[in-house]
């Protein structure tokens, strides 16, 4: 069964600084890989995904992620981060076959400060 | 109005008393979902569902259990609330063809 580990439960962070949230999985079959953003008593939001081709895939509100097969990895990053990306964000896995689920990590908070 | 839609948004509950909450969806998605947010755990599965006659247990499922109605609708049973069942729940419904989730806005539920 697949399994993802967020290698940071918390990232602070100076405003216009660059940001890397690290993500790792496990699984024996290829996957497809998601991270989402949870806005202070909110609810979850599609951030970007990986499901084939391009390994750097470009999201919303310039985030991009990289997916790295050998190194198992889909970290998150965005070169210049504003007060309001701060947020919980959840990085999340679904093997590719069937009968498979979407399993979240543990999430990591991103605190901008000024 | 919203995709995913789950009622109640907020309740209140006490101890042993059984409650169910509710999602729909009008996606037409197949595929549909119950987690629960716990703070420094993420979100946890609870249990899925695949189509209206496939019922799966998740990561955590003892002490829930479900119902899926039909193909928009999948709701989630606490037959004996306790304590620790507090926390924000989410419903998420997905496609095979397009296998990112879409969420509910959450229940956040209180058990005392």
């Known amino acids: 069964a697949q399994s993802v580990t967020q290698l940071d439960s918390q990232v602070p962070v100076f405003e216009e600084a660059p940001v890397e949230l690290r993500c790792n999985y496990s699984?024996?079959?290829?996957?497809?890989l998601f991270w989402y953003v949870q806005y202070p008593n909110q609810g979850l939001q599609l951030l970007l995904k990986?499901?084939?081709?391009?390994?750097l895939v470009k999201g919303i509100n310039g985030f991009e992620a990289e997916f790295n097969k050998s190194q198992t990895s889909f970290h998150l990053r965005k070169p210049s981060v504003h007060i309001s990306d701060t947020a919980e964000y959840f990085c999340?896995?679904?093997?590719?076959?069937?009968?498979?689920?979407?399993?979240f990590g543990k999430g990591t908070t991103l605190s901008v400060s000024s | 109005d919203a995709d995913v839609t789950q009622t109640p948004r907020n309740r209140i509950t006490k101890t042993g008393k059984r409650i169910m909450l509710e999602c729909s969806q009008t996606?037409?998605?197949?595929?549909m979902y119950w987690y629960r947010q716990d703070p420094g755990l993420g979100l946890r599965l609870i249990y899925y569902?695949?189509?209206?006659?496939?019922?799966n247990k998740g990561e955590i499922s003892d002490g829930y259990s479900v119902s899926r109605q039909a193909q928009a609708k999948f709701s989630l049973s606490l037959e004996s609330a306790i304590p620790n069942q507090t926390a924000l729940y989410f419903c998420?419904?997905?496609?095979?063809?397009?296998?990112?989730?879409?969420f509910g806005q959450g229940t956040r539920l209180t058990v005392v």
């Open positions: 998420a419904t997905s496609d095979a063809n397009f296998p990112e989730a879409f």
């Open positions: 699984s024996s079959v290829s996957v497809y």
């Open positions: 990986y499901l084939s081709g391009s390994t």
């Open positions: 999340a896995v679904s093997e590719n076959q069937a009968g498979t689920a979407l399993i």
């Open positions: 996606k037409g998605h197949d595929r």
């Open positions: 569902s695949f189509d209206v006659k496939d019922i």
